[in-house]
T-cell receptor, first 113, second 115 residues
Framework: SQTIHQWPATLVQPVGSPLSLECTVEGTSNPNLYWYRQAAGRGLQLLFY??????ISSEVPQNLSASRPQDRQFILSSKKLLLSDSGFYLC????????????FGQGTRLTVV | AQKVTQAQTEISVVEKEDVTLDCVYETRDTTYYLFWYKQPPSGELVFLIR??????QNEISGRYSWNFQKSTSSFNFTITASQVVDSAVYFCALSEAYYGQNFVFGPGTRLSVLP
């Protein structure tokens, strides 16, 4: 069966520090991968999605970047965090093509102080 | 462009009441997929249902039922005989088959079921 792992679960980082959140999927090949952000009490904002290795689409201009170095690995990064980067970050995967549901990781709660 | 609207920000009901969560969507695609997710306090999103645009048959799963109407671009979710464990934020989402590989989520509806 397929599983998705996202870590860390919580993170407190100072303003200006770098960020790296990692997400891996097991049990499937060539998945679509997504990064979402959820601000406190708000909906889900799609940040990045990827349909293959090295292929990244950015939905919202921001202080973040994403990379997909391997088929089932998706990394969210920042060189210098801002206070506004605080939020709940969710990684998700779906089968190739936009036909299947997305399955989500357990999320990372990031607080920038 | 894709858009999902959930007009109800918060709903409170008493246990055993029925409750309907509304979802209205916009899409330029003729083939698309609709979803409902539940987000309990733990934060993880739990998939509930997927519907494709060709299938307007309503679906029932236990106390949950979904009403898909293309004519009004709506995909409403009803919980019958609500329970405290149903308290969560519920998200409706849309995915287009041809114009995007991504999922667009509505803003969510926070449901509180009171004992």
């Amino acid at each position: 069966s397929q599983t998705i792992h996202q870590w860390p679960a919580t993170l407190v980082q100072p303003v200006g520090s770098p960020l790296s959140l990692e997400c891996t999927v097991e049990g499937t090949s060539n998945p679509n991968l997504y990064w979402y952000r959820q601000a406190a009490g708000r909906g889900l904002q799609l940040l990045f999605y990827s349909v293959g290795i090295g292929q990244i689409s950015s939905e919202v201009p921001q202080n973040l970047s994403a990379s997909r170095p391997q088929d089932r690995q998706f990394i969210l990064s920042s060189k210098k965090l801002l206070l506004s980067d605080s939020g709940f970050y969710l990684c998700a995967w779906s089968e190739t093509g936009a036909r299947g549901e997305a399955f989500f990781g357990q999320g990372t709660r990031l607080t920038v102080v | 462009a894709q858009k999902v609207t959930q007009a109800q920000t918060e709903i409170s009901v008493v246990e055993k009441e029925d409750v309907t969560l509304d979802c209205v969507y916009e899409t330029r695609d003729t083939t698309y997929y609709l979803f409902w997710y539940k987000q309990p306090p733990s934060g993880e999103l739990v998939f509930l249902i997927r519907r494709n645009s060709f299938d307007e048959q309503n679906e029932i799963s236990g106390r949950y039922s979904w009403n898909f109407q293309k004519s009004t671009s709506s995909f409403n979710f009803t919980i019958t005989a609500s329970q405290v464990v149903d308290s969560a934020v519920y998200f409706c989402a849309l995915s287009e088959a041809y114009y995007g590989q991504n999922f667009v989520f509505g803003p969510g509806t926070r449901l509180s079921v009171l004992p």
